[in-house]
C-alpha cells in the first residue's frame, strides 16, 4: 500500500469516527472528494482487516469497535486510568462538575480520563473523541502558557485557527490575540475558555507535572468545565484552587504509573497513600 493510500484509509477512518449512523458509500466518496470506486477499494481493505463493518440491511458503512478495544488496551499499557481516576473522582465531587485530564503527546493534548459531579441541572458531558483545540480550550492554553511565548505561537500558527468542528464565538482569531490570553493566564495562574471551543460553555484548567520536582516537564492538564451560567468568573479562584491541588497531588503519584504493572493492589495503594502523605506533610 503507497503512502497516499495509507494516508486515505486514515482519513476514511477518521471520518467514520465521527458518525453516530453508519454512512452511505455515495456520502463517504463525496466527503472525500474521491471516486466511489477508490472509496470502495479502501473501505473493502479495511473489512477485511476488521476496521470497518457493513450493516447488512442498508448496506451503509461504520467504525468498528476494534479502535476503542486498541484505544483502551493503550491506556491500560500505560496505566493511565487507575493511578488518576480518584484523584478526578474526588475534584469532580468538590466542584460539582465535568472534570477532565488530558495527557501530553508530542505537540498534542488527548483525553484519557473523565468524571461527572453534576447531579442536578445542567449536566455537560462531551464527546471524549474531541479534538483539543489548543487556541480555543482552557486546557491547550493552560499547557501553551507554560511554554517560551515564541514556542507556543508557533505550535498554533502552524496549526491555523481553524479547527476540524465549530469553536465557540469567542474563540482567538489572529497571534495577538492569542498572546493576550497567554499572557493572561500566565498572570492568574489557571486558564479559561469562555464560549471559546464551544457555544454555550465555558472551563477552567491549570497544568500538572511529571513528578514533584518544580522543573519537571508538564505532563498534561486537568479541567473542571460545564454551563456557562455556572463555570462564572466569581467560582474561577475556587475552581482554580480545586484543580491546583488535584494537579499537585497528581505529580505526586504520576510516577507510580511507571511502576504500577508489577505493583500489587495493595503495594498500589501503599505507594499511593506515602505519595499523599508527602504531599499534605
Known amino acids: 500500500m503507497t503512502v497516499a493510500a495509507i494516508s486515505r484509509c486514515l482519513t476514511l477512518l477518521e471520518l467514520l469516527a465521527g458518525e453516530r449512523e453508519p454512512v452511505e458509500l455515495s456520502e463517504l466518496a463525496d466527503r472525500l472528494d474521491m471516486p466511489p470506486s477508490a472509496v470502495h477499494r479502501l473501505i473493502a481493505t479495511l473489512v477485511n482487516h476488521g476496521w470497518i463493518i ?15 478495544t486498541l484505544a483502551f488496551r493503550n491506556l ?105 490570553r497567554l499572557e493572561e493566564t500566565r498572570q492568574r495562574g489557571f486558564a479559561t475558555s469562555l464560549e471559546e471551543a464551544e457555544t454555550g460553555t465555558a472551563a477552567v484548567a491549570v497544568p500538572f507535572r511529571a513528578s514533584s520536582e518544580e522543573e519537571a516537564p508538564v505532563a498534561g492538564t486537568i479541567s473542571v468545565a460545564g454551563p456557562l451560567i455556572r463555570i462564572t468568573p466569581e467560582r474561577w479562584p475556587e475552581l482554580a484552587a480545586a484543580l491546583n491541588r488535584a494537579a499537585t497531588e497528581l505529580s505526586h503519584i504520576w510516577p507510580l504509573r511507571s511502576r504500577q504493572r508489577t505493583m500489587t493492589p495493595l503495594t498500589l495503594a501503599a505507594g499511593v497513600a506515602v505519595a499523599k502523605r508527602a504531599h499534605s506533610a
Open 76 to 180: 491500560d499499557a500505560r496505566n493511565v486510568p487507575d493511578v488518576v481516576q480518584s484523584v478526578l473522582n474526588r475534584l469532580a465531587t468538590e466542584t460539582r462538575e465535568y472534570c477532565r485530564l488530558a495527557i501530553l503527546e508530542g505537540r498534542d493534548l488527548v483525553w484519557v480520563a473523565r468524571a461527572q459531579g453534576a447531579v442536578t441541572g445542567l449536566r455537560y458531558d462531551p464527546d471524549m473523541g474531541q479534538e483539543i483545540v489548543l487556541h480555543a480550550t482552557a486546557n491547550g492554553k493552560a499547557w501553551l502558557s507554560t511554554l517560551p511565548e515564541e514556542e507556543a505561537l508557533e505550535i498554533v500558527y502552524s496549526r491555523g485557527f481553524g479547527a476540524t468542528r465549530q469553536l465557540g464565538p469567542n474563540s482567538a482569531r489572529s497571534i495577538d490575540e492569542l498572546r493576550v
Open 54 to 68: 457493513q450493516d447488512n440491511a442498508t448496506q451503509k458503512y461504520a467504525l468498528s469497535l476494534r479502535m476503542s
